[in-house]
Nanobody, 119 residues
Framework: QVQLVESGGGLVQAGGSLRLSCAASGSIFSINTMDWYRQAPGKQREFVARITSGGSTNYADSVKGRFTISRDNAKNTAYLQMNSLKPEDTAVYYC?????????????WGQGTQVTVSS
């Protein structure tokens, strides 16, 4: 089992920055990738960014060049640095991780943190 707790959300003006954190606990040795997703009101949850255990990253086109995902393995924490925020970035941001147990994988989700960008 892995538990994820997100933090760092809030209200920010357009053009501003926020840094989200996702702290993992439990069977952290099994974690492979860690991701950020977001869900705006009335919309489906969408992928934002991913970081692998080796540090490789990829991003949704909508956030490339503005958001940066990172990972501190010593602290078992993933981060999402969000710069040049736009009102359309407003959403609940969720952290997830994929943990491997032999040939099986399990995806765990955090509870989400609200990000609101005012125009």
């Amino acid at each position: 089992q892995v538990q994820l707790v997100e933090s760092g959300g809030g209200l920010v003006q357009a053009g501003g920055s926020l840094r989200l954190s996702c702290a993992a606990s439990g069977s952290i040795f099994s974690i492979n990738t860690m991701d950020w997703y977001r869900q705006a009101p009335g919309k489906q949850r969408e992928f934002v960014a991913r970081i692998t255990s080796g540090g490789s990253t990829n991003y949704a086109d909508s956030v490339k060049g503005r958001f940066t995902i990172s990972r501190d393995n010593a602290k078992n924490t993933a981060y999402l640095q969000m710069n040049s925020l736009k009102p359309e970035d407003t959403a609940v941001y969720y952290c997830d991780c994929v943990a491997g147990y032999g040939i099986n994988t399990v995806t765990y989700w955090g509870q989400g943190t609200q990000v609101t960008v005012s125009s």
